[in-house]
C-alpha cells in the first residue's frame, strides 16, 4: 500500500514541476520524476494484485509489470537522450527557458 | 388580292425583313432606309385594302407555340373586318409619316436606325391587329410599346427625351401587369387564350369572373390609350420626333386600347359593371384632358392632350355598348389627329419652335400647311362636313342613349374641343409673328403632299361610316339631328371663343382674372398628377429600395450569413488559443484531462 | 454513348493543353481554350441530333452518363458559353495558362453535372465545379475576391455537404444510384428528409430567397467569364438537380413543400427586383435580376406541373443567355473604364454605339420583351402559378413592372442622357466582342420566337418523369 502512495506521491511532484519550472532542464528532470513514479507503481502493483502474485502460474503475470516497466526504463532513457539533445541544441543558441521555445509548434 | 387575304401575314412579316434590311444596310443613306420602310407600310396597306375589298377571302391560321397544362398557347393571324381597318389605318398613316419624316428627318445623322424602328413599329402593330390569340396580341402589344420606348428616346442624349421614353414604357407596363393578370383569370377560366375560342365561352363565365377579366385587359387598354389616371406619359412622349407622335402616339398605338376592347367586345358586353368603369375612366379623361389642352403652350402637347381626350371619347362610347362608333371615330381621329401632328411638325421644321407663345401669322408663310391644318382643326371640332362630325356624333349619341350626365359632359368636352383647336389655329397661324427666326418658309413638297394626302383622308373619311360598320357586322346607325345641333353648336361656340378672344390678343393668358388663372396654372400642369405620383409612387419606390437594401438585404439576411462566417472563424480562434505552443500549458491541460478522464470512468464503472 | 464520355474529356484534355502549351509557348492558351469550346460546340450539335433527345430520362445512357431533352439544353448553352467565355477573357494578362486551364476544367464539370446519369458521378461533378470557379473568383477577382470566392466556395459547400446526405439517406431508403429510368422515389417515411437535405444544396445553388446573398458578392467579384459562368450555367444547376434529383427522389415531400417554395420564389422575384432597383454598381443590379429570375424557376419547379417544369427549364437558358450578355458586356465595359459605378457612366449610346444597342438589347431580353428569349418562360410561369396559386400572381406582376423599371433605369443612366466628358475616345466593340455578342443574341432572338427550340425537347421528359411519380 505504501508503494502505491511513495509512487502517487512521486508522480504528483514531478507533475507540479513539469508544470510550474520555467527552465527546460528543470521540466526534463521533473518528467524523469513523474516517470519514476509511474515505474514504481508498475512494479508495486504487479507484484502485489497480480492475478495469481506468489503462484506458479501467476508469476507470467506479475512479471509482465515488472517486463514493462523495464521497457519503460529504456523509453525513460531514450527519452532522455532526446530531451537532453534537443536541449543541448537549445542552450547552443542561448535559450534554456520555457517561454523561449514557444514559437516551435505546429 | 387573293394572295393578299390569304396571307395576311405578310403585312408583318414584310415591315419586319423591312425593319431588318433597313437597319442592317440603310446605316447612313436617308433614302435607301426611307424606301425600306415605306415597302413595309404599303405592304400593310395593301393587305388592309385587299381585306376590305374581299372579306371572303379572310383566313385564319393558328400555330402551336407552347405546350401548357390545360392545352397549347397558341400564336396566329385572324385577318376580320376590325383587323382590316385596323391595317388601313396603320398602312396610310405610316406611309404618309415615312414620306414626311423624309424631309423632316432630313438632317438627322442616324436614319437608318429610325426607319428600322418605325418599319418595325408597323410590323409589331400589324401583329396586334391581326392577332389571333391573346398571346400574339399581347406580343404585339408589348413589342409597340417597346417600340414607342426606342423612338421616343431617339434623340436619346437629351435628358428629358430619355426620361420621357423611360416613363411611357413603365407606365404603360403597369397596365400590361393587368393585362398579363387578364390574361391568366381568362386563361384558368376558359382554359384557351385563342381569341375566338375565348369569346365562344364567354357566355358561361360567371359574371364576377368576366368583370375582373374585363377590368384587367383595361386596365392595359387605359395605360397603352393613355387614359387616366394612367395618362401621363402621353404629354411626355412628345419629346419624340414629330412623326413619331402622328404615327405612334396619335393613330395607332394609342387606339390599340380602343382596338383592344372592341376585339374582346362579347367579353366587356358581359360585364355592365365593367363598362360602366370604361365609362366612366372615358368621359372623365375626356373632359379633363380637354382642359388641360386649353391651357398647354406647346402645340405638341395641346395635339397630345387632345388626343387623351379623343381618346376618351372613344372609350365612352365603348363604355355605351357602342363599340363601333368608337371604331368609327378611331378612324376618323387617326387620319385628322395624324394630319394635325404632321401639320405641326411642319411648323416646327419651318418655325424652329413648337411654343405656341413663339409663333404667329404662319398661315402667310406657310399656306399649305396653314390650309391642311384647318381642316385638320375642323375635323377634330366636329364641324360638318369634316369627318370627325360624323364619327363625334355617333359617339354623344350612343352615350347619350345610355347616360346624359356622361352625355353632358362629352357635349362640354365638345366645347372645349373647338376652344383649344381654335386657340393653337389663332396662336399658331393668325397675328402677328412673334419668333425670332426670320426666314420661315413653307415646308418642302416630300411633307407637304403628305399633309394634302392625309387632309383629303380627314375631309372624307366621314363617309366611311358605312363601310366601317358593315366591315365589322353591324347596321350603320343613322344620323341624330338633335344630337348633332347640339354638339356642333357647342363645338362652334368653342371655336367662336377661341378664335376671338386670343385673336384679339394673343398674350390675353398673361393677364388672366385671378380665379381664372389659378385654375388655368394648375390645368397647366396636368392638375399636379404627375408631381402626385413622384412623391406617391416614384420617391418611395425608390426609397424603399434603398433602405430596405441596406437594412433588409445587408443588416439582416447578409448580416447572417456574414454573421455565421464571423462566429465560426471566432470560435476557431478560440480554439486556437489552446495550442499557443506553451508545453507547460499542454501538460496542464493533459493533466486535467487525464483526471477527468479516470474521474468520469470511477464515476462509471461505480 | 462514348461521344458523351468525350464531351467530358474534351474540355479536360483541353485544359491540361492549355496550361502546358502556356509554358512552351507564351499567349497559345486562348488558342487552344478556343480550339476546345470550338470543338466541344461541334461535338454537342453531333450529340444533341444523334441523341434519342425527346425519349424519356437516361434513354441510352450505360449508367454513367447520358443525353436527354432535359439536359441537351443546358449541355448545349453551356457549349455555346464556354465560347462566349474564351472570347471574352480573350485579353486575360495573368496566368493565361492556369486561367484558361481553369476554365475549361469548370466546362468539363459542368458538362458532366448534366450529363450524368448516375446519382454519386453527379455529386462529384456538382463539387468538381467548385474548385475551378473558387480560383477563377479567388486569384483573378476584383478587389473583394477573396472574401467573395470564400463566401461563395463555403456557403455552396455547406449547402452540396447537406445534400450529400440527403443522397445517402436516399440511397440507404430504397432509391438506385442510377437517375436513369429505373430511379424511384425512397420510402414516403425517408422524403421529408431525402427532400430538404438535397434542397439544402439545391436551394443555395439556384438561389432561393434568402439563400443568395453569395451570389451578388461572388458575381461582381468574379472575372467576366466567371460571372457568366457562374449565372450563366450555376445557377441552373440547382434547377436542373430539383428536377433531375430531388423530384423523382421525393416526389410526395415535393408536393408538400409546394406552397412553401412557391411562396419563396414569389418573394425572390418581387425582392430580387427591388433590390436591383437601389444598385449604383452594374454588375450588383444585373446580379440582383439574376435573383429575381431564378425566382421564376422556383416558383415554376413548386407548381411542378410538365407544362411548369417546362416553363422553369426555358427560363433557365433563357436567363443563361440573357445574364450571360449582360455580363459579358458589363465586363467590357469594365475593361475600358475600370469603373461600373452607375453615377459615373451615362451616354455611352452616343460614346460606344455597338456596347450601347447591345446593352439596351440585353435590358429589354431581361426586361422580359415578348420575340426576345425571357417572354415564353415567364408567361408560361405565370399561367401556370396563377392556375395553382390564384392571385399571388399579383405579386409577380408586380415584379415583372419592376424588372421593367430598374433595367430601363440602368439604360437610361448607363446608355442614354449626354455623353460624359471622360469617356470620350472610348474604344466601341472589337470584332471578337461582337462576335461573343451576336452568339448570344442570337439565341436570345430564336428562343423569343420559337420557344419550342427547348421545350419540344424538355416536355416529353418532364412529363415523363411526373408521370412516373404519379401526380
Known sequence: ?106 | MGVLTANAYLAVLVPLLASAAVGVFGRRSMQLSCWGALAGSVSVLAVGVACVLEPAGRRSVSLGWLASSSGELTIGWHADGLAAIMLVVVGVVASAVVVFSLGYMRRDPDPGRYFALIALFTASMSALVLADSLVTLFVGWELVGACSYLLIGFWYDKPSAADAARKAFIVTRVGDAGFMLGLAVLWGATGTLAIPEVLGRVAALPASTATVAALLLFAGAAGKSAQFPLHVWLPDAMEGPTPVSALIHAATMVAAGVFLVARMWPLFAASPAALQVVLVIGCVTALGAATIAVTQTDIKKVLAYSTISQLGFMFAALGSGAWVAAVFHLVTHAAFKSLLFLASGSVIHGSGTQDLRDMGGLWRKMPLTAGTWMVGVLALAGIPPLAGFFSKDAVIGAVMQRSVPAGAALVAASLLTGLYAFRATQLAFFGRWRGDVQDVAESPAVMTAPLLALAVAAAASGAAAGPVSRLLGAEAEPLSIPIAVMSVVAALIGCLIGSGVWGRDAGVENALPRWLERWWMAARSGYGIDDLYRRVVVRPVIGVAAISYVLVERVIIDGIVEGIGRATRRLGHGAAELQNGDPQRYAAWIAVGAIAAVAVTVWLGR | MTILLVLVAVPLAGAVVAWVGERMHEGSARWVALATTTVQGALTVMAMSTATVAGPAGSGGNGLVALDGLSGPLVSLTALLGIVCVLASWSTRRGPGAYFGLLLWLQAAVTAVFLAANILALYVAWEAVLIPMWFLIGVWGHEGRRHAAMKFFVYTFAGSALMLVGILVALRNGASASLGASAFAVASTAQPAVFWLLLAGLAVKIPVWPLHTWLPDAHVEAPTAGSIMLAGILLKMGGYGFIRVALPLAPEAATAAGPLLATLGVIGIVYGAVMALAQTDLKRLIAYSSVSHMGFVVLALAVGTPAALTAAVLVMVAHGVTSALLFLLAGALYDRTRTLEVARLGGLQRTIPAWGTAFLFGCLASLGLPGLAGFPGELLTFLEGFEAYGWWMVAVAVGVVLAGVYNLRAVRRVAHGPEVPAWKGLADLDWRERLAVGLLALPIVALGVWPSLVTSAASPVVAALVARMGR
Request: glycine share 14%; with cysteine.
Open chain 1, 1 to 106: 500500500m505504501s508503494g502505491i502512495v511513495v509512487a502517487c506521491l512521486l508522480f504528483s511532484l514531478g507533475l507540479y514541476g513539469v508544470l510550474t519550472r520555467r527552465e527546460i532542464v528543470a521540466v526534463l528532470a521533473s518528467i524523469e520524476v513523474m516517470l519514476g513514479g509511474a515505474t514504481l507503481l508498475l512494479v508495486v502493483l504487479s507484484s502485489t494484485y497480480g492475478t495469481g502474485a506468489g503462484t506458479a502460474a501467476g508469476a507470467n503475470t506479475a512479471a509482465s509489470g515488472q517486463a514493462v516497466a523495464l521497457l519503460l526504463l529504456a523509453v525513460v532513457a531514450a527519452e532522455a537522450a532526446v530531451g537532453l539533445a534537443v536541449l543541448v541544441s537549445l542552450v547552443r543558441h542561448g535559450k534554456t527557458g520555457v517561454d523561449d521555445i514557444q514559437r516551435v509548434r505546429g
